[in-house]
Nanobody
Framework: QLRLVESGGGLVQPGGSLRLSCAASRSDYYAIAWFRQAPGKEREGLSCISRRDGDTYYRDSVKGRFITSQDNDKNLVYLRINSLKPEDTGVYYC?????????????????????WGQGTQVTVSS
């Protein structure tokens, strides 16, 4: 069982930045994706990164503000969020795809993920 633990969420003012972390208990996954569930909305895939080659994908609405990176030696994946907006508020989840060797090749989808973290709350408010 692969365990994922997110951290780094909190209360941030609009325009601020945050770095979320996703710590994996093992290295046997092909990609890590980040999802967000805003209040009253469905969970949406934001970005993903392939463990093998570092290829990334970003949802159009977050391109330029969200940056996903990884440290494979530590089994850590990061999501840097810049210029935070109130609409970025929500619970952020990381999820691992341990099934598809292709890794991150497009929009991450719930059903493609094999393991999920518990989520970390991000609240953007003045």
């Amino acid at each position: 069982q692969l365990r994922l633990v997110e951290s780094g969420g909190g209360l941030v003012q609009p325009g601020g930045s945050l770095r979320l972390s996703c710590a994996a208990s093992r290295s046997d996954y092909y990609a890590i994706a980040w999802f967000r569930q805003a209040p009253g909305k469905e969970r949406e895939g934001l970005s993903c990164i392939s463990r093998r080659d570092g290829d990334t994908y970003y949802r159009d609405s977050v391109k330029g503000r969200f940056i996903t990176s990884q440290d494979n030696d530590k089994n850590l994946v990061y999501l840097r969020i810049n210029s935070l907006k109130p609409e970025d508020t929500g619970v952020y989840y990381c999820a691992a795809d341990s099934t598809s060797p292709l890794g991150c090749r497009g929009p991450p989808r719930d059903y493609e993920q094999d393991y999920w973290g518990q989520g970390t709350q991000v609240t953007v408010s003045s």
